[in-house]
């Protein structure tokens, strides 16, 4: 007969549970959001009291399989399996717990969606990349990445004549101009302790191109990490601004006239200790190889909205064509020179906006990679020239939602690692969102998008 456990140890709690719990008490949090990204890009989420936090932990909380079918205008397509009846659960992470220093009293987590009985869901988006983690494992490899977003800080001021609101820059300094650093000054040193809080180390901030335009990169992390990291900074660097009456968006364009903002995504390719990128075996070219081949469909995941392809543009460094070269940044992929003899080689993705999905995009990158490597493909010549310098030699990348809509559809790996629910779910959002974007002018688009994003 097996023995009975004893009641002390069926009472006593996780330890990750009763860690999470006294930090709540300690730092006085009421309030614990669990988040997750949707199709449409979106960061959504529900929130439990501390004191049912213990319970929620093991259980999550109960959500509609509906919003995985509703897009960022929040209009809910038809997609079969996510209508009015169904119910899965939003689990937290617990080891992502963190306190939001922009909302006090409140603390994050990232969370899967996972079906009644606990199992994986179909359309959990987080569950995509784990995947896509376990797939490349199987092979040998882990992958270090980080997203390098840009984002565009003003206020958000109605309009004269009732249009939409616009967003007024905080300033019109020059690239990387001293007095850019100080117009922003208050605002950044806010957004950096919120951020290193929250455990995501600063590496770099400057202002950028455009108007208002900032960009501030976080170190690297292991793939599952980085794009936890990307939701948390694209919420913190929203939340920061708005407890100082300002706006902050991440939209690709969210003006017409000015520089779009990226999220390039850095990658490096490890087996064990070594990064096979710094070595001669042919696992960087046959890496890229999967990305070039895969490019026209992974801009469907990467640059998820109708607004990135106003950004995704010749002669804009967001990497309009589908080629590679070292330090090129106007090729899509560009083979960085490592900083200094202990550096280590990555690679750069420039058609990469935070309008997207972080988990998809990062996933669906990791699936065209280890297809390059699996099959040993080969990326083509090496770019040191502007593309768009030479008419017609070089492929030119998707110029609207639906033309990479149309090339995710017939890039068959793609499609196969998402799925049938995802895929289906995915595609009729997208689709949704270019058709409503279709029937309204640039102005709508970009204020619905600098209001999500």
Same mark, same amino acid.
């Given at each position: ?147 390098? !977003? ?22 019109? +300094? ?32 400057? !202002? ?8 501030? +990169? ?172 030479? !008419? ?62």
């Amino acid at each position: 007969m097996r023995d009975r456990p004893s009641a002390t140890k069926i009472n006593q709690p996780d330890p990750n549970v009763r860690r999470i719990l006294e930090r709540a008490e300690l730092e006085g949090i009421e309030l614990i959001r669990f988040l997750y990204a949707d199709h449409g890009g979106v960061i959504r989420g529900k929130a439990a009291s501390r004191s049912r936090l213990a319970e929620r932990l093991d259980t999550g909380i109960g959500h509609t399989v509906a919003m995985m079918a509703m897009n960022m205008l929040d209009q809910l397509q038809e997609v079969e399996h996510l209508g009015p009846v169904g119910e899965v659960r939003i689990v937290p992470d617990p080891s992502t717990y963190v306190p939001l220093p922009h909302a006090p009293g409140a603390a994050a987590m990232l969370s899967d969606l996972r079906a009644i009985d606990g199992s994986p869901w179909d359309a959990c988006p987080r569950t995509f990349l784990k995947d896509a983690i376990g797939a490349l494992a199987g092979d040998g490899y882990t992958l270090m990445a980080a997203f390098e !977003p840009e984002f565009t800080l003003g206020r958000r001021l109605p309009d004269p004549s009732g249009g939409p609101d616009r967003l007024l820059p905080i300033d019109d +300094s020059l690239c990387y101009a001293n007095s850019g650093f100080d117009t922003a000054h208050d605002y950044t040193i806010k957004l950096i302790h919120a951020l290193e809080t929250q455990g995501l180390r600063v590496e770099h901030y400057h !202002p950028e191109l455009g108007a208002g335009q900032q960009e501030l +990169s976080v170190r690297h992390a292991p793939a599952l990490r980085a794009a936890d990291n990307h939701v948390l900074y694209r919420e913190t660097v929203r939340g920061v601004a708005m407890r100082m009456s300002m706006w902050a968006t991440l939209a690709p364009k969210p003006l017409p006239d000015q520089a779009g903002n990226g999220a390039h995504l850095h990658l490096s390719l490890w087996r064990d200790t070594r990064n096979v990128f710094a070595g001669g075996d042919g696992e960087l070219e046959c890496f890229i190889g999967g990305l070039i081949a895969h490019l026209p469909a992974l801009t469907a995941l990467t640059c998820g909205s109708v607004n990135g392809f106003r950004r995704l543009s010749p002669r804009s460094w967001a990497g309009a064509y589908a080629v590679h070269g070292p330090d090129n940044r106007e090729a899509a992929i560009r083979i960085c020179s490592p900083l200094g003899e202990s550096g280590e080689p990555n690679l750069e993705l420039k058609p990469s906006d935070s309008s997207a999905n972080p988990y998809l995009s990062l996933g669906a990158v990791i699936h065209a990679g280890l297809d390059g490597l699996r099959r040993k493909l080969d990326p083509g010549e090496a770019v040191g020239i502007d593309p768009d310098t030479r !008419p017609g030699r070089y492929p030119r990348l998707p110029t609207s939602l639906d033309e990479a809509l149309d090339a995710l559809e017939a890039d068959e790996l793609l499609m196969e690692a998402l799925g049938p629910l995802r895929r289906s779910a995915y595609l009729a959002v997208k689709r949704s969102e270019a058709v409503a974007f279709s029937a309204r002018d640039a102005a709508y688009e970009c204020f619905q998008h600098m209001r999500v994003f």
